[in-house]
């Protein structure tokens, strides 16, 4: 299911922002294994990499290196990592007030907080997840009020917000159940409360949509309000609405909203989606998986968590991707790919759990057109490794964003 | 070096039925003794929750009376992890009212029917040091708890030679415990009143055993007490501390009186290694996925391992159990060889390191003969991320087994793995959430 559409009902000034990250340059890479995340891995492979795209992928045998263009050779090569769910760049390593604005406190919906009035593309923990060969972020407002703002999807390079970003608005960050009654105001103050807040506020949207959509040149429209602009965008699926949910009830909650109002809706989190594979599959929604390496603690939200549900979410054909998340303390960001390795002591594949942090994030963000695999036509993004992905002792040997080498440290 | 023993009275308690008692010999795996070589294809012989002879099949005796268990082609016997630094089982001490409480033990808030300790036996953790947290210049005493089957903490406790139960004494300084008055509110201020609190426990200690009789000694004060079993050196002090000065601030306290001590965490061990190995302090080092989330591990790095290795310093590992799962100890070792430790370090840090650590040397650490019967089954090699912890054995009695469906559930989460009351780690009265957003946090 593919959700996200540029969203017609934003200013302008948007589409600056969306111009995209800097120009994309030529470079050939060539592999022992080489994971194109299309079918089986290649034995010695190369990827041509022209103005940024990819112009060949295959074995070495049939694929030319053209004379002087610039060669990088690695162990094993795999498609750019996508991060599907993340707050860096929004909050960052310090931890300090000043580097925090991932979550506004100060009401509990505000779908109007854009991403990239907030998004530090020079924040450590965006070079971080560079460094461990993550290419795409999605990310922007976190979990913690009913809607905290927007999210937007970067590529981990570019050092302005322009050059970095090519999703300034990618979906509308929304949390149910413990996690959106964690603040210090009376409202909301439980469950019941939050999801009547919530259904207010998107008849709401809808009213202001007609509104909105009524060709009537005689009478003015609505008087432009921020929040119910980006709300209304939602109703119109040009988004999708990423609900962080973790119990079983609450996810369906979350079933049950997409119901009523019809919008795309992103599970995300959902430590209980074992428990609901049968509904989730019918439903026809992606779930953004937790950590693997998630804590939690009886009597909260995710005490239930496993480290089995990737496995069974696959297993059911569910599509699911692998989220780096929120920390609030140490540390402070997680990496997909030590989240996706852990996955192999626990019954998925590793071309699997490669999957849920490449094709299948891209897929569920709708931007599968440009990343997420090695094939023609899509970004020249790749992460390189000295032997195999997922082990412990492998290393990350050196990250590549539209044929740039944008890292080269060993991690 | 070993202040340890096991008294009569304390085995009575701790040596629970038959099955301790029975002669097992586990064939097939490769072992890694520590004590010495890799052993392909050998033999581990327990009797009385006790190690009996390890070695190559055709070099160890299997005895008549022994149940043999073969086991599966790759599998690999090491010995039972240590963990210096965790807070399992809802663990507290210090309460928010002073800076330093020396008297408050953990050994009186440790739930060992928390999961936390199920998950540490998941993870090939037998014993583990579990502390108070780091919000206070000393937050109270810690404990020593050999994951044995209890019904009481005092059925897991190690014990001193005198049979009063084992730890060692936290200590932190850095920006965990600053905070409002009656707290430090800088470093300076912190060493200051650390000092004062050990020249009082000096003239306390030398009030005692100057004393003629009964009438003559100081009225009992129990944080003095403590204080003089760090400074007569019966009691460790485990050093909560990260940036580099104050690695060395913490050295100084150290040699001012002259306790013995570990630090633990140093996220900028690697700035100061040569230091750190020539002071002669032993280090307890956790590995964490990102740097940050607080000012003094901006600049951690897991190359702090062989940074200290190289340099010749004593390295151990810790989970700090929430920071770090119990259930990926196996994993902090890995990311250390990943960093460029050697294998043979990261395994001794594992295990005879951090037994050392908390003068548990003799008694645990490696496969050696006479050593209780702890250690791990593995199905692989122990550094590989598709590795999986099949059995924990403690003193001769498998304590985690993954072919239980009990125990596999506390091995991979879901279904109510997680107990009701499991906090999860040193709490003041609240969640981990408000804990780990708040002050007085662990890591």
């Known amino acids: 299911m593919s959700i996200f559409r540029t969203v017609r009902t934003l200013s302008a000034a948007l589409a600056f922002v969306a111009a995209g990250a800097a120009v994309g340059q030529d470079l050939a890479v060539r592999a022992g294994t080489l994971h194109t995340g299309t079918g089986e891995a290649i034995s010695d492979g190369v990827v041509l990499i022209k103005g940024g795209l990819i112009s060949a992928v295959g074995s070495a045998d049939r694929i030319d290196i053209p004379e002087g263009l610039e060669l990088i050779e690695a162990a094993v090569a795999t498609p750019g990592l996508i991060d599907a769910r993340s707050t860096v760049g929004l909050s960052g390593a310090m931890n300090q007030p000043h580097d925090q604005d991932q979550l506004e406190r100060s009401d509990a919906m505000q779908p109007e907080l854009r991403a990239i009035d907030a998004y530090n593309p020079r924040e450590r923990l965006v070079e971080w997840l560079r460094e461990h060969g993550v290419t795409t972020v999605h990310t922007g407002h976190g979990p913690g009020e009913i809607i905290s703002g927007q999210t937007l999807i970067a590529k981990t390079a570019g050092e302005t917000v322009d050059e970095a970003v090519f999703e300034p608005v990618a979906a509308l960050s929304a949390t149910l159940g413990q996690g959106a009654t964690g603040h210090a105001r009376k409202s909301p103050g439980n469950r019941s409360k939050a999801v009547a807040m919530l259904r207010e506020q998107l008849i709401k949207a809808r009213e202001y949509q007609k509104k909105l959509n009524r060709n009537d040149d005689d009478k003015p429209g609505p008087a432009r309000d921020l929040g119910l602009e980006i709300l209304a965008g939602v109703l119109d699926k040009e988004m999708p609405l990423v609900i962080e949910v973790h119990r079983h009830s609450d996810i369906m909650t979350a079933l049950r909203l997409a119901d009523e109002f019809d919008f795309d809706l992103v599970l995300a989190g959902a430590a209980d989606a074992h428990l609901l594979l049968d509904e989730i599959k019918a439903a026809e929604v992606p779930v953004i998986l937790h950590p693997t390496m998630s804590r939690a603690w009886g009597g909260s939200d995710m005490a239930n968590f496993s480290f089995t549900t990737a496995a069974k979410l696959i297993e059911a054909g569910i599509p699911v991707a692998l989220q780096s998340g929120y920390e609030g303390y140490v540390p402070k960001t997680r990496v997909v790919l030590f989240e996706a390795g852990i996955l192999m002591g626990y019954g998925v594949e590793p071309s699997r759990a490669l999957e849920m942090i490449t094709l299948a994030p891209a897929r569920i963000l709708g931007i599968d057109d440009r990343v997420g695999s090695l094939e023609v036509g899509k970004h020249g993004d790749l992460a390189l490794f000295d032997g195999d992905p997922f082990e412990y002792t492998t290393h990350v040997v050196g990250t590549i964003i539209e044929g740039r080498r944008v890292s080269s440290v060993r991690r | ?443």
């Open chain 2, 1 to 443: 070096m070993n202040r340890l023993f096991l008294t009569a009275l304390a085995a009575g308690f701790m040596l629970s039925g038959a099955a301790a008692a029975e002669v097992r010999a586990f064939t097939g795996a490769t072992l890694i003794p520590i004590d010495g070589p890799e052993i392909a294809d050998g033999v581990l012989v327990i009797e009385d929750g006790q190690i009996r002879a390890v070695g190559a099949r055709d070099a160890v005796r299997v005895p008549r009376a022994a149940e043999v268990v073969e086991l599966a082609s790759g599998s690999v016997i090491m010995p039972g992890i240590v963990d210096t630094h965790s807070h399992v089982g809802e663990v507290s001490g210090a309460d928010r009212s002073a800076p330093i409480q020396p008297e408050a033990r953990a050994l009186d808030s440790v739930n060992i029917r928390s999961s936390g300790i199920k998950r540490a036996l998941a993870g090939g953790i037998t014993s583990v040091n579990v502390m108070p947290g780091s919000g206070h210049l000393i937050s109270g005493q810690t404990i020593y708890l050999k994951l044995r089957d209890g019904d009481q903490i005092m059925d897991l406790v190690y014990r001193f030679e005198d049979g009063s139960p084992a730890g060692g004494l936290k200590m932190a300084n850095g920006t965990n415990p600053i905070g409002e008055p009656p707290f430090p509110g800088t470093r300076a201020k912190s060493a200051a009143l650390a000092r004062a609190a050990y020249i009082k426990a000096q003239e306390y200690s030398e009030k005692v055993a100057g004393a003629e009789d009964e009438k003559d000694k100081p009225a009992r004060d129990l944080g003095m007490e403590a204080l003089g079993e760090v400074l007569s050196g019966k009691r460790m002090v485990h050093f909560h501390s990260h940036r580099h000065d104050d690695l060395l601030t913490a050295i100084r306290l150290r040699d001012e009186f002259g306790f013995r001590m570990v630090l633990h965490h140093t996220s900028e061990a690697w700035r100061v290694a040569d230091q750190i190995a020539a002071a002669d302090v032993p280090v307890s080092l956790i590995m964490i996925d990102s740097p940050g989330g607080k000012l003094e591990a901006l600049h951690l790095e897991s190359k702090s391992a062989p940074a200290l290795e190289q340099a010749g310093a004593r390295v151990a590992f810790h989970t700090d159990d929430w920071i770090t799962d119990s259930r990926y100890f196996l994993r902090m070792a890995a990311l250390g060889v990943r960093a460029g430790m050697t294998r043979e370090a990261a395994l001794v840090a594992m295990t005879q390191a951090g037994a050392d650590m908390l003068d548990l040397g003799d008694r645990v650490g490696s496969l050696s003969p006479g050593k209780d019967a702890d250690f791990v089954i593995l199905s692989g090699d122990p550094f590989s991320v598709y590795t999986r912890v099949q059995q924990t054995w403690v003193e001769g009695e498998k304590r985690f087994d993954l072919a239980d469906p009990d125990d596999r559930l506390v091995a991979e989460g879901g279904f109510n793995a997680l107990s009701d009351d499991d906090g999860a780690g040193h709490i003041h009265g609240q969640g981990p959430h408000q804990l780990h957003f708040g002050r007085g946090a662990g890591q």
